[in-house]
């Protein structure tokens, strides 16, 4: 079968990501049921960890063992992209180990080094431009948790807050789906032109429209899903004074911000989160709030994305081919070494 990555959802149209959607949604009412099936027996996955993750670790990990695979984690340290060997020869040697890589690297081109020269499918657990899993996770919290009476292309969407990689893969993945997004922030901290032409692009053939603005009040007056991240990410430790005082408090999601959207809308983070920053505990902790669903949906995601890359280029044998080859090796061994096995018994 064809070799496929999931790296940006821009590389898939609409019903290719439904239909992602829809087996992400199966296999959780499996799992739900405790009938999750055994769908990659055997399958070994390589996971690549420039920085550490609680979420991506744990639901890849947790994942593929319930499918009937197993993973290998290479924490930060362990293995040198592109330092100590090239990217492409760690690529291609892991490549004949495993039959999936999962990597989380700092940069977005390294990401497309190991896609470049992989021989397995490789899935993106975030970079420094996107973060394709999480937002495939949040969508099917969207649904879960969809108002009333609304379907999919109905639905708004506001993120508050930085232009962060979840922004970047949100806005795209919203658009592609024809739904209606909005980003709050002040000016500096805006979308880039470049992603928001992605995303234009993107509603002219889905029918979903995007815009940004820097009032968060009118942004989130008929949300139905509020979103917000970190104010900022690894390397910008030294503009945290600033960054909080651009944001701080117009843009902070609390409960007076909260109670300006309908009543019907949710809050959404994708963790971790600094509390009592970009969003209060008031809010978090809120009935509105679904964190902890989109959370646990990580998991579920991730069985999808591996089950739909890894499933279709498993090579099944056959129960007789299995028993041709168990003889044709005991009979080696017995050969060599029938004289020591009758020996010791």
């Known amino acids: 079968m064809e070799l496929k990555h999931f790296i940006d959802t821009q590389d898939f149209s609409k019903e290719e990501l439904l239909d992602l959607i829809?087996?992400?949604?199966?296999?959780?009412?499996?799992?739900?049921?405790?009938?999750?099936?055994?769908?990659?027996?055997?399958?070994?996955?390589?996971?690549?960890?420039?920085?550490?993750?609680?979420?991506?670790?744990?639901?890849?990990?947790?994942?593929?063992?319930?499918?009937?695979?197993?993973?290998?984690?290479?924490?930060?340290?362990?293995?040198?992209?592109?330092?100590?060997?090239?990217?492409?020869?760690?690529?291609?040697?892991?490549?004949?180990?495993?039959?999936?890589?999962?990597?989380?690297?700092?940069?977005?081109?390294?990401?497309?080094?190991?896609?470049?020269?992989?021989?397995?499918?490789?899935?993106?657990?975030?970079?420094?431009?996107?973060?394709?899993?999480?937002?495939?996770?949040?969508?099917?919290?969207?649904?879960?948790?969809?108002?009333?009476?609304?379907?999919?292309?109905?639905?708004?969407?506001?993120?508050?807050?930085?232009a962060t990689n979840v922004l970047s893969s949100l806005m795209l993945i919203c658009t592609r789906l024809g739904m209606n997004f909005t980003q709050a922030a002040p000016k500096r901290y805006q979308a880039p032109a470049h992603w928001l032409e992605w995303a234009r692009e993107n509603c002219k053939t889905s029918g979903g429209s995007v815009r940004v603005t820097d009032d968060p009040v009118e942004a989130v007056k008929n949300a139905d899903f509020i979103y917000t991240d970190l104010w900022w990410w690894v390397g910008q430790e030294a503009e945290i004074p600033q960054r909080k005082a651009a944001f701080m408090p117009d843009y902070q999601v609390n409960m007076d911000l909260l109670k300006k959207a309908p009543a019907h809308c949710k809050f959404m983070h994708c963790l971790p989160a600094s509390r009592g920053v970009e969003a209060t505990d008031e809010v978090m902790d809120s009935p509105q709030s679904v964190i902890y669903d989109q959370a646990e949906?990580?998991?579920?995601?991730?069985?999808?994305?591996?089950?739909?890359?890894?499933?279709?280029?498993?090579?099944?044998?056959?129960?007789?081919?299995?028993?041709?080859?168990?003889?044709?090796?005991?009979?080696?061994?017995?050969?060599?070494?029938?004289?020591?096995?009758?020996?010791?018994?």
């Open 297 to 345: 949906n990580r998991l579920h995601t991730e069985k999808g994305l591996l089950v739909w890359l890894v499933y279709p280029r498993l090579k099944r044998a056959t129960k007789e081919q299995k028993m041709v080859h168990a003889s044709q090796i005991q009979d080696f061994l017995e050969s060599r070494f029938s004289e020591v096995v009758h020996r010791n018994l």
């Open 22 to 162: 829809e087996l992400i949604r199966m296999i959780k009412k499996a799992d739900k049921q405790g009938a999750t099936p055994q769908l990659l027996e055997d399958v070994s996955m390589a996971m690549l960890f420039e920085e550490p993750s609680t979420r991506t670790r744990i639901s890849f990990e947790v994942g593929i063992t319930e499918l009937g695979g197993h993973a290998l984690y290479l924490k930060p340290g362990e293995i040198h992209l592109g330092v100590r060997e090239s990217l492409a020869d760690t690529a291609k040697v892991v490549s004949r180990y495993v039959d999936v890589i999962m990597a989380r690297t700092l940069r977005h081109e390294t990401m497309l080094g190991l896609v470049k020269h992989a021989t397995v499918p490789v899935i993106n657990g975030l970079t420094d431009y996107n973060h394709p899993t999480q937002v495939v996770c949040d969508v099917l919290t969207m649904i879960e948790h969809a108002p009333t009476g609304k379907k999919l292309e109905d639905f708004k969407v506001t993120f508050v807050g930085d």
